[in-house]
């Protein structure tokens, strides 16, 4: 696949329309969304740096991802209590029974 000349700018303008939205629309808002914002991005880094450093073995399918960005760091405490219970969020034949 090749780029195609005009790309690069397309990408560019909406790099700088999200900015824009970010760094003037959103404290009209009262920040409400920023604190949402900061909230979801914190548990995606929580939940990656927890994964990764205790391996829980906590899966990144879109349930999770969802819930993460939804509730923030609530979702990963809950989910990591979920995992140290043995709830596991792996779909399909429980563990034990074959089909």
């Not at 970010?22 to 927890?50: E, R």
Request: glycine fraction near 12%; hydrophobic fraction near 65%; charged fraction near 10%.
């Amino acid at each position: 696949m090749t780029i195609k000349a005009g790309h690069g700018i397309g990408l560019l303008l909406t790099v700088v329309l999200i900015v824009l939205i970010l760094l003037f629309v959103l404290p009209l808002t009262g920040g409400i969304l920023y604190s949402l914002l900061v909230n979801t991005v914190v548990g995606f880094i929580v939940i990656f740096l927890v994964n990764a450093i205790f391996d829980l073995g906590i899966r990144y399918d879109l349930l999770v991802l969802v819930f993460v960005a939804i509730f923030g760091l609530l979702a990963v405490a809950i989910l990591i209590l979920l995992n140290l219970m043995g709830v596991s969020n792996e779909r399909g034949a429980p563990k034990g029974k074959k089909t």
